[in-house]
């Protein structure tokens, strides 16, 4: 089976089950499935390009629970919760463009597309039309069963390096997988609650890590701790090229420019700041790497063959639980 470079280069790396997802997968039961994903993908980008930044959350949010089985996609009911009810999910959005291409791919194909690949084919084309590398994704994941707000746990954005390289590490991804994966962060921002105990209006001195001036910033738009609007704004976590998928996210750290903590640290550890560095000074390194990273992120304990299910809809199992 022919593969792309790319996924040749790391299939030394990768587990066995990835010899069983394929490239173009669809190619021969619904040829028009990653067509089909792109289109649904470029009118919602047209209208919003934060559909990058919402669709790499989702991506990664979904992911890191029990592997890429579109679990974060249930919809709660009446009687079951799913890991939409998980705090760090309940601002993750744009599952319309995933409901889009769905209904789209049922049109065309009953039955055959898994959501759990609408999601890794939908954050690919986001990261190419944002500006990034367009790359090629192994396809052939089947949806999961399950859909457990308690088994979300994932990496916060105060946790020190070491902290959250643990995470990586036990979904078999490695320290430069983690400052890759976080460089998404370029076209990412975070609400003003997430990271306002770093800013001098909440401690009462400035976070000797944060340049000054990003400070007063921040101070401006956030309002204090006692007095925080009530709407808890919005800030860039790339102050430089925030709509352009590129490096500059690693710069801006280098700087001290980084608004949440973990982002800023990994240009302040010994352990991170030599692949920080590279990046900040080579674009197409980091989109190279970021593609491979993806690659990787993707195939983390996916359900393929006969496990699982592919569902009808993506927001509710087929045969309710």
Known sequence: MKISTILIFFCSLLPLT???????????????????VHDAVQRRFNQDRSILPALLRMHFHDCFVRGCDASILIDPTSTRTSEKNAGPNRTVREYEVIDEAKRMLEE?????????????????????????????VPTGRRDGLLSDPSLVNLPGPSMSV????????????????????????????????????????????????????LDARLV??????????????LVFLDQNSPSQFDNQFYNQMLIKRGVLHLD???????????????????????????????IKLGIIDVL?????????????????L
């Open 18 to 36: 990835f010899a069983e997802l394929r490239v173009g997968f669809y190619n021969s039961i619904c040829p028009r499935a990653e067509a089909i």
């Open 108 to 136: 065309t194909c009953p039955l055959t597309v898994s959501c759990a690949d609408i999601i890794t084919l939908a954050t690919r084309d986001a990261v190419a039309l944002g500006g990034g590398i367009r790359y090629s």
């Open 162 to 213: 070491s902290g959250a390289l643990k995470f990586f590490t036990e979904k078999g991804l490695t320290l430069e997988d983690m400052v890759t994966l976080l460089g998404g962060h370029t076209v990412g921002f975070a609400h003003c609650s997430v990271f306002q105990n770093r800013l001098s209006s909440f401690q009462g001195r400035r976070d000797p890590t944060m340049d000054p001036a």
């Open 220 to 233: 401006q738009i956030c309002g204090s701790f006692n007095n925080q609007p009530r709407n808890d704004p």
């Open 264 to 294: 800023q640290q990994l240009a302040m550890d010994p352990l991170s700041r030599p692949i920080v560095v590279n990046f900040s000074t080579d674009n197409a390194n980091f989109q190279r790497k970021f593609a491979n990273a993806m």
């Open 304 to 320: 393929l063959g006969s496990q699982g299910e592919i569902r009808k809809n993506c927001r509710a199992f087929n045969i309710p």
